[in-house]
């Protein structure tokens, strides 16, 4: 089972270098890595550029219109079954988890449990693998991360990355592939470390815009559950709305 890893980064040069090591360090064969540079400016491609001669590693730099533009340009330069997204300042839990998790890939999607790290204090999320579970996260706007998440290549191609989706089109993408009856697997495994901080869906300022873009999914794919929860989904919106 050939696996694709991915990272996308752009004026990286404080957190890209953590995540090629723990990419590169796999125990795991038969997977390659490409990293999407968005033609950083400042060091990120001199860190890269030390890796070069790794044999799984492949970079590509060049302009981009975001985040979610370059993880879909990646999908035509892949060779794995399986795909995940792993981007700058991600990092696997440990160098076992591609041959750990390489006997169980076999639904169309197959996630595992997350490490969280935060500044009031680093914590494991894990997740449940049944379908009622699965549209709980999806109707409370909360799902698995992506950086836990190995999707079948040809899946990833053919639902991809909404674009005008800003923030939130990895949860996009899961609402489409529930509604398209893709086939999704759990395992009882800690797959990836990452900064829950920093990152755009993480932002106060965000907010507004990520639960727009949220229903919009929702309504869209689910409209019966969209509108029988949305005053309960409201209220609770109101009460616990972050402070800007």
Not at 111 to 120: H, S, V
Not at 146 to 165: I, L, N, P, S, W
Not at 215 to 226: A, G, I, Q
Request: hydrophobic share 35%; net charge negative.
């Amino acid at each position: 089972m050939r696996i694709s890893v991915v990272t996308v980064c752009y004026n990286a040069e404080n957190t890209i270098r953590d995540t090629i090591e723990s990419v590169i360090n796999q125990d795991y064969g038969d997977f390659e890595y490409v990293i999407m540079d968005g033609a950083s400016s400042d060091g990120t491609m001199d860190i890269i550029n030390e890796y070069k001669e790794n044999d799984h590693l492949t970079c590509y730099s060049e302009p981009d219109s975001g985040l979610y533009d370059a993880m879909n340009k990646s999908l035509d330069r892949l060779t794995g079954d399986y795909v995940i997204f792993m981007n700058s300042g991600d990092m696997f839990y440990d160098d076992h988890v591609l041959g750990d998790i390489a006997p169980g890939l076999k639904s169309d999607i197959v996630y595992g449990d997350a490490y969280k790290r935060r500044i009031d204090g680093d914590y494991t999320e894990k997740y449940k693998g049944t379908h009622f579970e699965r549209m709980k996260m999806m109707l409370c706007g909360a799902f698995f991360c992506h950086q836990a998440q190995f999707t079948k290549t040809e899946v990833m191609r053919r639902y991809g990355f909404r674009e005008d989706h800003r923030i939130t089109a990895d949860f996009d993408f899961l609402v489409r592939t529930l509604a398209g009856k893709c086939s999704f697997g759990h395992v009882d495994r800690i797959i990836c470390s990452f900064d829950e901080n920093d990152g755009i869906s993480a932002q106060k300022s965000n907010y507004l815009q990520m639960i727009k873009e949220d229903d919009t999914s929702v309504r869209e794919c689910f409209p019966f559950l969209y509108y029988l929860t949305i005053i309960p989904k409201t209220i609770f919106r109101i009460i616990f709305r972050p402070e800007y």
